[in-house]
């Protein structure tokens, strides 16, 4: 089953719960209440129509937060926040592709709802595959270098940020299309924040001042993420989508980096396994011969 539950933002920055479903936990809520605050403090001048971000909740759950304004005030200044979130097993959201922009897709947030919402189940079937007119098109863009340049950090352990004044899916769900299935549901994005205060993996936010704020302390900004040096997977997969070749695509999206590390582990220690074997089981070299006498007998 997925979870739902509404917070908005109250006066001097507080949160109120208005509707949950009956399977959202009580033991959640704290949790809960610490994601939608760490969305940050809002920027003058800044609005948020929507976006959606993604953490664990627990070692067997994901939150997929779509956060937005509601409404404007007599100025026409953007209101309060409102945050709607989805919880879902660890094990569906890896079942779907680890893509928090598709599934937060098919569940459009209920903002008037108050009081008990019901528990949802999944009904939209697997994530559409990812073809080779699908990614050639991601590609078809001006910024295709810092494209595939993000997915290499990303895969190399590095986080990516991004400036941008409004919400920025589409950059982040270019990324996504280009990245193994099985690191997607290892990776946190978001698609607009206010602070950085989770740690997202990827993040986009409206003002960067990366030496001045250690939230984006080593994050590799969009300019720098261009000029990454190529790695295998980034060339791999741009030539694989240049030529059209769609069994190489699916076997680079499908790569199970943990399996292939936990293979290279396993074949080390058989290695190791057979050559202590081999130490105890052949014989270890002759004993010299003993001397011989050389004097003539008396």
Known sequence: ?????????????????????????????AEAK????????RPAGIA????????????????????????????????????????????LYEELGGDPFYIAEQFPPPWPARGELPSLTWCAGAPPPRTVAMLQKVLNVPYSATLLG???????????????????????????????TSERAKLWPASFAFSNVHRFDVVVVPRLTPRLDPEFEHYITEEKAGDYPEGRYECNLQSAIETGDQEEIDALLHYNRSRGLRLIVILLLIVMGLSVAMTHLLPGPSAPPPPTATGKSP
């Open 34 to 41: 610490r994601l939608c605050a760490g969305f940050g403090e």
């Open 48 to 91: 948020c129509p929507g976006c959606v971000f993604a953490r664990p909740l627990g070692r067997h759950h994901v939150a997929i937060v779509q956060a937005a304004d509601q409404g404007s005030d007599d100025t026409g200044r953007p209101g309060v926040l409102g945050f709607y979130l989805l919880v879902l097993p660890r094990s």
């Open 150 to 180: 993000g997915v290499q950090i990303l895969l190399d352990g590095g986080r990516l940020v991004f400036e941008r004044p409004a919400p920025d899916a589409a950059i982040l769900r270019s990324l996504w299309a280009l990245l193994p």
């Open 1 to 29: 089953m997925i979870e739902q539950a509404i917070y908005r933002e109250q006066a001097a920055n507080a949160l109120c719960l208005l509707a949950r479903s009956p399977g959202f936990r009580d033991d959640w809520l």
